[in-house]
């Protein structure tokens, strides 16, 4: 199940926006999901901006790493990645 906020374009912009909090975030391109990953947000998405690791982001926030984590593991079963 895909995480239910909306994609933005993954720019500096974006990332600049990024809680420096623990969570889970989806890159994509075009509406699909390419990858699922966790971690600081904000750090995780600057290493996606610099790689080039799809065009579109979207993340939810969580309260510790291990739930964020857990919760990116779900994601990428239901995506089948």
């Known amino acids: 199940m895909p995480l239910q906020r909306r ?11 990024a809680p420096e909090q623990y969570g889970v975030y989806e890159l994509g391109e075009d509406g699909d999901v390419l990858e699922v990953g966790a971690g600081v947000l904000r750090d995780e998405l ?22 964020a984590r857990e919760l990116a593991a779900d994601h990428r079963e239901r995506a089948g990645l």
């Open 7 to 17: 994609w933005q374009s993954l720019s500096r912009g974006t990332v600049g926006s």
């Open 46 to 67: 600057k290493d996606a901006l610099a790689y080039g690791s799809g065009d579109q982001v979207r993340w939810e926030t969580c309260q510790t790493e291990a739930e």
